[in-house]
């Protein structure tokens, strides 16, 4: 197993870890509505995500220490996953934002607490979506 399949899955884990933990939060009242008024929300999920940057800063650092060799194979497959992401993470924006819009088309205006769900929602799908199709790359080829 390379050094960026085992990275791949570390990082699926944490972020997905972090996801979880940000619906959790994000789900227990109604802070989307409220995202001003409730500072303890905005103050936990910002600590919940300095800790995952810190976390995914650690990895990255262990895992840069380790001098495995990196062939053609894994900057095709690198290549591959971060093209593959990509589109994945723009579908996923385009059908959040137009969710959106439908469900308040009526109303004429989006509760700023959606900014902060789009924002924070980005970090977690990138991540885990940038990793599986790491680990999908990989499979595919065999590895």
């Not at 899955?9 to 409220?34: C, E, H, P, R």
Request: proline share 1%; aromatic share 14%.
């Amino acid at each position: 197993m390379s050094k960026h399949m085992k990275h791949s899955i570390l990082t699926i884990s944490l972020w997905g870890f972090v996801g979880i933990l940000f619906l959790i939060i994000l789900l227990s009242t109604d802070a989307i509505a409220n995202w001003s008024d409730n500072r303890i929300k905005s103050i936990l999920l910002a600590a919940l995500f300095f800790v995952g940057f810190l976390s995914d800063f650690i990895l990255k650092r262990v895992f840069n220490k380790k001098r495995a060799l990196s062939d053609e194979r894994d900057q095709l497959v690198i290549k591959d996953a971060a093209v593959s992401s990509f589109i994945i993470v723009v579908i996923y924006v385009f059908i959040f934002l137009i969710t959106l819009f439908l469900k308040y088309e009526t109303t004429g205006f989006v509760p700023v607490g959606w900014l902060w769900v789009i924002a924070y929602s980005l970090i977690v799908v990138s991540n885990v979506v940038y990793s599986l199709m790491t680990i999908i790359s990989y499979k595919k080829r065999g590895s």
